[in-house]
């Protein structure tokens, strides 16, 4: 309580009594006369108790007498705290950092109308105050690191007292709330920033209020994928159960959409699944919706995600129709599993793998010989693009947007796949294949990914030439017409139908229930022979330095010798617990270049582990002759083409040579063409509609030509092939004999381009 202290007035004056909080601080004048008291209270904080950062003082003020209080001035060891408080609550703010961490003394005066001043009791605080800030670490993602999708940013953070929370930035800017519990993380959605360099911080805060900033980690941001077509090996595909309506077997071979690279694999059985296995953060599985799409279930790693419902009643192609972020960068699986089921309002069962994308972006896998952009011949209007937030392979790509430049890339080969980019900002381009307008390109997509933006298949055994060239134009929705040359896959593989190969004994053909080679826009699904038959051989004839048999490894595969040029080398035991298509089984080495054979004949004999004996011929890679002849495509519009009466020309379809062909089932109808060279080969197609034509060299019928496709059609297909001319002019002619296989649809005969060497 307070005290009161006595004192002599003068004798004019009245006594004065004064009752203070700590006792009297000083009299009053000597002529004033004053009754009354002001008593002076800190109300908060309490004695004894430790503070820390800018807290309230607080004081009460009781008035006996009749005297006013004017204000309060607050004090810390006797030093004035801020000004004078005149109304009441008296309060005022005090920073205790501004003192040491000790004890220290609070008093509070009032101040009366007479500016007499009544002081309280003092209070004694001890001040702590942490003035140690807290350490704070990124601890993932890694400096340089590549980010696409969803990320999760972490880091590590301690305090001497304790961390209050952390915050993390990218280029300065707040991402999400701050993390109060460790461990500290956000989840960052990439594609809110631009591609390109990011730099990443986290603020660390202690309860007192000290903030340290982490080192920055600088990452790149990159919103390219990489897309792998239904036909990427990285895919298994595993049979489902028959069911009236929904054969097991996958279908991979479908072309009746636009789908991305013209084809797609289709299943409508329960249990069927498409397993791909991919390294990244981000994968988005591009399928179809549609009134007649079915139920899929969806597994990550392994794990079961979803069930997805693919029905809609409008049909919507190269959909994204599952994706998922957020993955720790590394290796993972997403599985498709067809259920066999449907919505009610379906009226199909389908589920469709068109393809699928991943991020960040990486280079494709090589299908072939690899050749990069840095070897093509280049017109003026190319620029190098450097690789920053893309997977160029081998580190670069050209890239234009003048009209008219050109990269020219003459290969050996049968295929040739050009690497590219396709996105919001790429335009139209022009594909020339051996001096013929091939195709015309829109890369625009409403994202950007690195893929085979174009392929041609099926190509004669020899030299070519392959053009891309830029067009100036580009889709309506795209922001620029930029066109990007990555590199260039070449491979040199035939087929297991093609002529060079000639079979003996029992083979039985089987296909389009597996991802066999050769699965294409051209052809559709790929086949396969095969045979269990001691004695039954496949034989290649070729020229050139090796050649590579491509078959299958599994469960149920048997033993098959293997001969080269006449003489036998080994045993091929194709034998392997699960199955592998597309297989190396057997690669020729050490031969001279000039003209070979390598045969497969199956033994009937069998790895005591396999179930059966089946040996399987899928195709065959070959090292050809530098000595191979150069190709020259002429279109079937060209001057050195005639047609008589009954000949139409189709409209505008990509998967023709040059996007034309001309078709007739009228008897008699004939094209003949005229060149100048030692071989001819008319290109054409087999098809449902196909009919008889009869081909004439030089005025003389040399064959006739069934063109039915008793499975799938053919396009830009090998119709017939002259080769060992004199040098000089000839004339090859095709006529309609108005004759047809009986189970094809019509007669018609389809001429879409001449090759000549």
Known sequence: MGKTQPFRPTACAAALFVTLGLGLLSTPPAAAQVSGSLVVTITSPTSGSTVGGTIPINASVTTIGGLTVQGVQFQVDGVNVGAEDTASPYSVQWDTRAVSNASHTLTAVARDALGVLWTSDPVTVTVFNDKTPPTVALTSPASGAVLAGTATVTASASDNVGVAGVRFFVDGAPIGAEDTTAPYSVDWDTTTAASGSRTLTAVARDAAGNTTTSAPVV????????????????????????????????????????????????????????????????????????????????????????????????????????????????????????????????????????????????????????????????????STAEATTRAWSGGTAVVSATAGAQATFSFLGTEVRWLGLRGPQTGIARVYLDGAFQAEIDLYWPWEYEAVVFEATTLAPAHHTLTIETTGRMNALATDKLVVVDALDVRARLEESDPSIAYSGSWRGTGLDAAWSGSSGNTGAGTVLFSGTSGSQA??????????????????????????????????????????????????????????????????????????????????????????????????LDPSASYSDGWTQGTRFNFWSGETAGYSGVTGARVTFTFSGTAVTWVGQLSFNGGIARVLLDGVEVAQVDTFAPVQEVFQAAMYSATGLAAGSHTLAIENTGQKNPAAQNTWVIVDAFDVY
């Open 219 to 382: 990452v790149i941001v990159s919103q390219t994928a990489t897309r792998f077509e239904n036909t990427s090996l990285a895919i298994t595909y595993t049979n489902g159960t028959t069911a009236p309506g929904q054969p097991g077997q996958w279908w991979h071979g479908s072309r009746s959409r636009g789908w991305s690279l013209k084809i797609a694999s289709f299943n409508r059985s329960a249990g069927a699944q498409a397993r791909f296995q991919f390294t990244g953060t981000t994968v988005r599985w591009i399928g179809f919706r549609a009134p007649w799409a079915g139920i899929a279930r969806v597994y990550v790693d392994d794990v079961f995600v979803t069930e997805l419902d693919l029905y809609q009643t409008t049909e919507e192609p190269l959909t994204v129709v599952f994706s998922r972020t957020g993955l720790s960068y590394g290796p993972h699986s997403l599985t498709v599993e067809s259920t066999g089921r449907k919505n009610p309002s379906s009226v199909d069962y389908a589920v469709v793998v068109d393809a699928f994308d991943v991020a960040p972006a990486s280079p494709l896998p090589v299908e072939g010989t690899r050749t990069e952009e840095s070897a093509l011949n280049l017109t003026a209007g190319w």
């Open 539 to 636: 034989t290649i004839n070729f020229t050139g330095s090796s050649a590579s048999w491509i078959g299958i490894r599994a469960p149920w595969s048997g033993i098959a010798h293997v001969s080269v040029d006449g003489a036998f080398v080994t045993d091929v035991d194709t034998y392997a617990p699960t199955e592998q298509v597309q297989a190396v089984l057997f690669t020729t080495t050490g031969l001279t270049d000039g003209h070979h054979t390598l045969t497969i004949e199956p033994t009937g004999t069998k790895n005591p582990a396999s179930i059966d004996v089946w040996v399987m011929v899928d195709a065959f890679d070959l090292v050809l002759s530098p000595s191979a002849p150069t190709i020259t495509r002429l279109q079937e």
